[in-house]
């Protein structure tokens, strides 16, 4: 295993998660919840949001192990009822985080194929992992599972039979997650390796037009 991998791993997981968590709380809070502003979450500070097991732990377990790499941050606090636009608001929030992930991800991956960087360098290996990492986490929170980032957006739209369930499985989610990945580890790889092979496909197809103009 290669030592800068795993040292680009963890700088690139804990600038990502802050972003993350940023704009959660940064959208919460033009949407009228200062919740997070108040919590001291609309901040650099990387000790404010890092989650020793999420943000560190298990990226770095999955980048020695070969696999795709995700994680988490301390959830940013949001308070629904003070959020405009009510379920939508409150799913324009939880968007935002795989959003900003998937942004970062395609920023990095037009500087390695724009300027032809070498694979190989530190500067090609660095943003490599960087689209990795941010598809990574983009594609593991987007999952319709309590208290992923996806299981809001769904919320918003789902039926209340759907509901129901997703607020009971909510406080149990985390265990929830944990399962499946240990039950389900290969096809849970299967997912993450499969979409990010198609989302680089489709950056690559976005940035096409730009090589060589």
């Known amino acids: 295993m290669d ?3 795993l040292i680009f791993v963890f700088v690139v997981t804990v600038g990502s998660m802050i972003l993350h968590e940023l704009a ?3 959208t919460a809070y033009k949407l009228g919840d200062d919740t997070a502003k108040r919590d001291g979450r ?3 500070n990387p000790l404010r949001h890092i989650d020793p097991f999420m943000t560190i732990l298990v990226p770095l377990l999955l980048a020695i192990s ?3 790499v995700f994680g988490g941050a301390k959830p940013v606090p949001v ?3 003070r959020v405009k636009g009510g379920e939508w608001g409150f799913a324009l929030v939880a968007l935002m985080g795989p959003l ?3 942004i970062l991800a395609f920023v990095a991956f037009a500087l390695l194929y724009l300027t032809g960087v070498s694979m190989d360098s530190l500067a090609g290996l660095f943003l490599l992992t960087a689209v990795r990492v941010n598809l990574g986490f983009c594609l593991f929170n987007i999952l319709p599972i309590p208290p992923l980032d996806g299981s809001r957006i769904l919320y918003a739209v789902a039926p209340e039979g759907v509901r129901s369930l997703m607020r009971a499985m909510e406080q149990y989610g985390i265990m929830i997650i944990y399962g499946l990945l240990l039950l389900c580890g290969g ?5 993450m390796m499969n979409a990010m092979t198609g989302i680089i496909q489709l950056f690559t197809w976005l940035l096409g037009p730009f090589v060589g103009a």
């Open 79 to 81: 308070d629904t009822r």
């Open 3 to 5: 030592i800068r991998y």
């Open 66 to 68: 070969g696999m795709p």
């Open 24 to 26: 959660h709380g940064f």
């Open 187 to 191: 096809l849970f790889s299967q997912y």
């Open 100 to 102: 900003t992930n998937f």
């Open 42 to 44: 609309l901040s650099l």
